[in-house]
């Protein structure tokens, strides 16, 4: 069982990308991270390093309030946007909570916002309206990494997967170039 605290809140996908390059510029504590990631303030700090910490990009929080970058969140802030793209699509298709939803979205056909809510709930002790909430989030991250999509009013896994989308536009541009 997950704590409340694994099951993210922090709906802006990029924003939580940008958590290990705002620590390696020198904003590490959460009121700092939050100003950094523009006008949000202390608490949306702390939701946001939370979600980069279930990412595994940065640690808990030090006895001075820092927020530590993980090994992996270092390199994570070096690569370019492209490569931060195919990393997190990674770590959404790895970690939980995002994991499990993808599972369910692939097993049931599709889910809407309740049938999400269902599956956070069976991974963390999550209050009804709490499950309801960070529903939204997961299904905004896996439609902002592309790995899913709604259609119907269902959100249902993404049918081929996006790195294999993106080689086919990267090979046909390289070919209309050689023209």
């Given at each position: 069982?997950?704590?409340?605290?694994?099951?993210?809140?922090?709906?802006?996908?990029?924003?939580?990308?940008?958590?290990?390059?705002?620590?390696?510029r020198?904003?590490a504590?959460?009121?700092?991270?939050?100003?950094?990631?523009?006008?949000k303030?202390?608490?949306?700090?702390?939701?946001?390093?939370?979600?980069?910490?279930?990412?595994?990009?940065?640690?808990?929080?030090?006895a001075?309030?820092?927020?530590?970058?993980?090994?992996y969140?270092?390199?994570?802030?070096?690569?370019?946007?492209?490569?931060?793209?195919?990393?997190?699509?990674?770590l959404?298709?790895e970690?939980?909570?995002?994991r499990?939803?993808?599972?369910?979205?692939?097993?049931?056909?599709?889910?809407?916002?309740?049938?999400?809510?269902?599956?956070?709930?069976?991974?963390?002790?999550?209050?009804?309206?709490?499950?309801?909430?960070?529903?939204?989030?997961?299904?905004?991250?896996?439609?902002?990494?592309?790995?899913?999509?709604w259609?119907?009013?269902?959100?249902?896994?993404?049918?081929?997967?996006?790195?294999?989308?993106?080689?086919?536009?990267?090979?046909r541009?390289?070919?209309?170039?050689?023209?």
């Open positions: 069982m997950l704590a409340t605290s694994d099951i993210p809140q922090a709906d802006v996908l990029w924003h939580v990308a940008r958590v290990p390059e705002a620590i390696v020198g904003h504590t959460h009121e700092a991270i939050g100003a950094y990631l523009g006008a303030g202390q608490r949306q700090g702390l939701y946001y390093a939370q979600a980069a910490r279930v990412l595994g990009l940065v640690g808990e929080p030090e001075d309030g820092t927020v530590p970058l993980t090994p969140g270092r390199a994570f802030a070096q690569y370019d946007r492209s490569a931060q793209s195919t990393a997190l699509r990674r959404l298709r970690q939980e909570p995002t499990s939803v993808l599972r369910a979205l692939r097993e049931r056909g599709g889910l809407d916002y309740e049938g999400i809510a269902g599956v956070l709930q069976q991974l963390a002790p999550l209050a009804t309206s709490t499950a309801r909430r960070r529903a939204h989030t997961a299904a905004a991250w896996l439609v902002s990494a592309g790995l899913a999509a259609r119907d009013g269902k959100l249902v896994a993404a049918s081929a997967p996006p790195e294999s989308m993106g080689w086919a536009i990267v090979r541009r390289a070919g209309n170039a050689a023209r």
